[in-house]
């Protein structure tokens, strides 16, 4: 069956400008997370979401990020006034249930010029 | 702060040797998690291993638990080029209720030569 998708693949966008990146999970997972992925560097946990709900809201690095997940199924990351030190892969993850293994898209490469 | 640590962070080998790599964390856990990681692409759940478990084999892989050092360790036997990746734990955790959290370490980049 289909895995997780990310659009766009590949973002470029000028400091200050508001972008949004999408993710289509498994069919049926209900939990998605986000993370993010700098050059060389482990996985930063952004966000959770079981079903449309967001426990956990931590791991966001400033007001200017934020997410929403609806229907239990498509979920959106937007970040406002993008910076240059945002320019990281952006991974979504997701799995059947919480605590079950993940399911990773490939990213979304976002690079803030 | 990271909660996995992998070591050592990068492993360069022949084809057909064996790769050993390991990982510490810091607080309790309800199961540990090894991924891989091609370049450019996302992570691939290789293994998950529960914290009443010792060990787990699947395949080439053999994991292994020690809680009470709070450690564990991917091996890889007769490795081969296509083995070439980074290799990631991860590990989970509740706090405050309902707030689950899965924590990667940094990874340990695997090089198989031919």
């Known amino acids: 069956g289909a895995g997780v998708s990310q659009s766009p693949s590949n973002k470029v966008t000028e400091k200050g400008k508001d972008v949004e990146l999408r993710c289509d999970p498994i069919?049926?997972?209900?939990?998605l997370y986000w993370y993010r992925q700098s050059l060389g560097q482990g996985l930063e946990f952004l966000i959770y979401?079981?079903?449309?709900?967001?426990?956990?809201k931590s791991g966001l690095p400033s007001d200017r990020f934020s997410a929403e997940r609806t229907g239990g199924s498509v979920s959106t990351l937007t970040i406002q006034r993008t910076q240059q030190e945002d320019s990281a892969v952006y991974l979504c993850?997701?799995?059947?249930?919480?605590?079950?293994?993940?399911?990773f898209g490939n990213g979304t490469r976002l690079t803030v010029t | 702060s990271q909660q996995g640590e992998e070591d050592p962070q990068a492993l360069s080998i022949q084809e057909g040797e064996n790769a050993t790599m390991n990982c510490s964390y810091k607080?309790?856990?309800?199961?540990l998690q090894w991924y891989r990681q091609n370049s450019g692409r996302g992570l691939v759940h290789l293994i998950l291993?529960?914290?009443?478990?010792r060990e787990k084999h699947s395949g080439r892989l053999r994991v292994t638990l020690d809680t009470s050092k709070k450690s564990s360790s991917l091996l890889i036997t007769a490795s081969r080029a296509a083995d070439t990746a980074s290799y990631f734990c991860?590990?989970?955790?509740?706090?405050?209720?309902?707030?689950?959290?899965?924590?990667f370490g940094k990874g340990t980049l695997l090089t198989v030569n031919p």
């Open positions: 993850a997701s799995s059947r249930k919480t605590g079950s293994p993940l399911h």
């Open positions: 069919s049926g997972h209900t939990a």
């Open positions: 979401f079981q079903g449309n709900s967001a426990p956990d």
């Open positions: 607080t309790s856990i309800n199961n």
């Open positions: 291993i529960r914290s009443n478990e």
């Open positions: 991860a590990t989970d955790g509740y706090s405050g209720g309902s707030n689950y959290k899965l924590t």
